[in-house]
């Protein structure tokens, strides 16, 4: 089962509220001709295209290949939340590493926030980008725990942009009394993940990035110089190579497909809401992030739809009814919605490790792969991008920092490791709808 094919039409992007919000498709050529170059890159979602821009500054040649279209994968479906830190809180962090470690993490979380909003301005990208994400915890047993995060960041990593949200400060803000607590995150934001993904792409080559879309990888030999495979029949040679291709990446490099397993996750956006409606949820656009096992996340659209994120399934196919799964899990939050339209709903594949923090890879000395960002990449893969190509321009310092994160494979052989993940996901699924 090949995920790059398999439920969507062949080099075409998601029928989604962000296709339909784009002017225009990227329509790169594909590759039509044997090549060589410095750097190739595979995919281009954000990893690949933050990778190849920023070492295109650099100076380097970097030929990116992409099996779709830009933005094909997760980085042009996604959520949109530019998540404050990892997957992990802080508190977490400190006690599994220590607080110096606990703070470069949050040094580097901090940088990728940074990283999104700099190329934005930089390049003058029209996504929407917008401030402010709440934070909400479902369960009153979490809001001891939610508040000493907030003080914590405030205290020790000198961090001031939260606002600690009760009950009824959320049940006013967002109407709607499904959450115990929250707090308001004016560091992180929102924004429109495809126009940001093409964005990205324009940009890179304004500095001579040569991309190729409709270029499937089907094979990689490593060498002094790697030699890349496509499924037309034509080879890419390279200096270094990245994979960046996170929950699409299928066999093509067996080493990294062990440690990072694709999920799928799904996403609605209803229909145009009365104004008056819509701001009832949204006092001020933010966007809302919930600490579910499967989280609930959503935001307003510009074009005045909510867009309502969550529900996973653990199959290389996505299920038939995504509007059912995911529509209930809006009517839980906003029972309003009952009678509202869906106007569209998509899915998409990330991938996940076993701690939840990304993968960095050094798989030969000229060979590398970052991925796993676990439902947390839309920051933290535009920052890795760049953290690659530090590296292969001299600087490790980063990327040694990620590299010593420990990343065990899923258990078993390659048949048996979605088994295996299924049950585990499946279980703390079922904890989240008994809790
Ligand atoms: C539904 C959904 C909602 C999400 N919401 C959020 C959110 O709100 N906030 C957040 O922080 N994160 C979110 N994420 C995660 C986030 O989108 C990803 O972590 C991030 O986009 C990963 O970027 P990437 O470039 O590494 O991978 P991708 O964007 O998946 O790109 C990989 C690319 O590689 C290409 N490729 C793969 N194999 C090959 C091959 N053999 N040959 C050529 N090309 C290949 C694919 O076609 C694809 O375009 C969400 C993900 C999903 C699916």
Not at 281 to 293: C, E, G, L, P
Request: proline content about 3%; glycine content about 8%.
């Amino acid at each position: 089962m090949d995920l790059l094919k398999i439920n969507d039409p062949e080099g075409e992007l998601p029928n989604s509220l962000y296709t339909h919000s784009i002017k225009k498709k990227t329509n790169y050529t594909s590759v039509k001709k044997d090549m060589i170059c410095q750097i190739c890159i595979i995919g281009a979602g954000y990893t690949g295209l933050s990778a190849g821009l920023s070492l295109a500054e650099l100076g380097y040649e970097v030929v990116i290949l992409e099996a779709n279209r830009v933005g094909f994968g997760a980085s042009g479906r996604n959520g949109g939340q530019v998540g404050s830190g990892q997957r992990w809180d802080q508190n977490k962090l400190e006690k599994h590493f220590g607080f110096d470690q606990a703070k470069t993490f949050w040094e580097i979380s901090e940088a990728a926030k940074q990283e999104v909003i700099s190329r934005i301005k930089q390049h003058d990208i029209e996504c929407d980008f917008c401030s402010g994400i709440i934070n909400t915890t479902v369960n009153k047993d979490n809001v001891s725990q939610l508040f000493n995060e907030v003080e914590l960041l405030k205290q020790k990593y000198n961090y001031n942009k939260l606002e600690i949200l009760n009950s009824t400060d959320l049940s006013k803000t967002l109407d709607t009394n499904f959450y115990a607590a929250g707090y308001l995150d004016l560091g992180a934001g929102h924004l429109n993940p495809l126009k940001f993904a093409i964005g990205l792409s324009i940009a890179a080559v304004k500095k001579r990035v040569k991309i190729f879309e409709k270029s499937c990888v089907i094979k990689v030999k490593y060498g002094i110089k790697n030699t890349i495979f496509l499924d037309n029949g034509y080879q890419v040679k390279c200096e270094n190579l990245l994979f960046s291709c996170n929950g699409y990446l299928g066999n093509l490099e067996p080493k990294i497909s062990k440690k990072v397993m694709p999920i799928n996750n799904f996403i609605l956006a209803t229909e145009i809401l009365e104004k008056k409606l819509l701001d009832s949820f949204f006092k001020n656009n933010y966007a809302v992030a919930d600490d579910k096992f499967v989280p609930n996340y959503f935001r307003p659209s510009p074009d005045k739809r909510l867009i309502f994120g969550g529900g996973e399934n653990y199959t290389y196919k996505f299920p038939k009814a995504i509007k059912k799964l995911v529509r209930k899990r809006m009517i839980k939050v906003y029972p309003q919605l009952e009678n509202t339209q869906i106007d569209f709903v998509w899915g998409g594949t990330l991938a996940v490790t076993r701690s939840r923090l990304p993968y960095f890879a050094k798989i030969k000395q000229n060979a590398f792969s970052v991925s796993g960002y676990s439902g947390h990449g839309v920051a933290l893969s535009v920052l890795s991008g760049k953290i690659i190509a530090e590296l292969i321009n001299g600087n490790s310092k980063r990327f040694d920092f990620m590299n010593k994160i420990p990343a065990k494979p899923f258990p078993g052989n390659s048949s048996l490791q979605w088994p295996m993940l299924v049950l585990g996901m499946l279980w703390y699924s079922l904890r989240d709808r008994l809790s």
